[in-house]
């Protein structure tokens, strides 16, 4: 899936995060903002890769700002920002059964 343009997904409440997902050159960049970054930096990087690979990004800037986010959560934030970045609907259809399985 190409983005083409700047989107972001969730929320800076507890429990929560937000993840902006924007255009780039090539590969996919990942950065990460913590409170629990040493103990859960390495699983939060790990599930935000795996999800754009089963959405099949290639090039992408991901900023993610942490607030205690479950592993599901993360799955549901980063495939939200990237249908929204993504760019119109009409190109693409959206898999309603879910694009993202465990």
Known sequence: MDIVKTAAAGSLESSDLLVTVEPAES?????????VLRQYGRQI???VLETLSRLEVGAAKVTVVDK????????????C???????RAEDFSYPWEGAVRE
């Open 27 to 35: 590969g996919v960049a990942v950065e990460i903002a913590s409170g």
């Open 81 to 87: 920002a990237v249908f929204r970045a993504a760019g």
């Open 68 to 79: 205690g986010a479950l592993d599901c959560t993360i799955r549901a934030r980063v495939e």
């Open 45 to 47: 990087k790990e599930v």
